[in-house]
């Protein structure tokens, strides 16, 4: 069969490689689609410390079951399923006690495990122990179904800082995972949600597809002044930085309004993890800084349950989709900025 394998910083090759086979506890599937994400250019460009080379990576993925190991008996050849990309232990003291998302012991699909980006793949006995096979709902997309991953992730940092009826949310980047975090709040009830960025044509692709209430383009405007106007000078109820940027970071406590709660969902680079914090802001308007990273495989069942129910719309934000043999088209587009949500179809592009 063909995959993408990652072999160094920079080496991605298209190769033949032998088709997998189920052990006892696992599954075997057809990838019908596996979308892309800023990780998989990461790990493109400078690799990553829990993935060893040679591995075939891709982790938002949604497939059809071809082929059962002994003892598996909830899923059946022909199955259309959409598969986790972060795998809990179930046996450690997080997982026990719902926090799956950060397991001590956690795996993931593509980096200890084969992932996506390849014709068939082996969902390891570990996803299904943790209840990370999850059955595509009616005539959903396999390209749709593949965008669940990401939405869980947004789902999580939303449920940690309680996104709700009657919420300013201002979400500082415009990339697949802002779109996602705009959609989710207004699907959550927020009452007004603002989209920023400082790449004015990204900020205009995503606009344009997410219609948020303001979108203000930080090369040229004053997010400050816009912000505070739009708000009658309160500030966000809710800031969320969809961005790698300590800069964002800084500023969303600065903008939050007194009780705000701020998610840092877009990690720092390694080498600068480091912000100024004026913690008598924190301490006298009362903000919540959150963390939020990952996401549940009951999280991941939702937020397939909500793009299936049109409560999250994702179809509009897949602008791109390519055959495997362009995976470097697709890592280009991701880091680009040109695409909000580009999958890759390893069968091939009709």
């Excluded at 800082?161 to 990339?175: C, K, N, R």
């Excluded at 912000?227 to 800031?239: A, L, Q």
């Excluded at 509009?316 to 280009?332: C, E, K, M």
């Amino acid at each position: 069969m063909k995959a993408a394998v990652f072999k160094a910083p920079g080496q991605l090759v298209i190769e033949e490689v032998d088709s997998p086979e189920p052990q006892a506890g696992e599954l075997k599937i057809r990838v019908m689609a596996c979308a892309t994400c800023g990780t998989d250019a990461k790990i493109f460009q400078h690799g990553h410390p829990r993935l060893t080379p040679p591995q075939i990576i891709g982790h938002e993925i949604a497939g059809v079951v071809i082929a059962r190991g002994a003892g598996v008996v909830d899923f059946n050849e022909g199955d259309r399923v959409q598969i986790i990309a972060a795998v809990p232990c179930e046996e450690c003291w997080a997982c026990k006690a719902g926090k799956q998302g950060i397991c001590p012991n956690q795996t993931s699909m593509g980096y200890q495990y084969p992932g996506g980006f390849a014709e068939e793949m082996i969902v390891p006995s570990a996803v299904l122990k943790a209840n990370g096979v999850n059955l595509i709902p009616g005539t959903l997309s396999f390209e749709e179904a593949a965008v669940a991953e990401p939405l869980a992730c947004v789902l999580n940092a939303q449920r940690v800082i309680s996104v709700g009826p009657g919420d300013t949310v201002l979400v500082m980047g415009a990339g697949p995972i802002g779109c996602l975090h705009v959609r989710l709040a207004r699907a959550l009830g927020a009452r007004k949600v603002f989209l920023a960025d400082i790449n004015g044509s990204r900020l205009q692709l995503s606009a344009a597809a997410v219609a948020p209430d303001r979108a203000i383009d930080m090369s040229t405007e004053d997010l400050d002044a816009i912000v505070r106007h739009e708000t009658d000078g309160v500030g966000p109820s809710v800031i969320i930085t969809a961005a790698p940027s300590g800069q964002a970071q800084e500023q969303a406590i600065a903008l939050a309004a007194p009780g705000g709660r701020i998610s840092f969902f877009g990690g720092l680079p390694k080498d600068k993890p480091m912000i100024a914090v004026d913690s008598n802001v924190v301490h006298y308007r009362e903000l919540i800084l959150a963390g939020a990273n990952g996401s549940s495989p009951a999280q991941n069942k939702e937020a397939l349950a909500l793009i299936a129910e049109g409560k999250v719309p994702v179809k509009d934000l897949i602008t791109h989709r390519l055959p495997l043999d362009d995976v470097a088209g697709a890592i280009d587009a991701v880091t680009s900025g040109t695409a909000i949500k580009v999958v890759i179809i390893p069968g091939g592009v009709d």
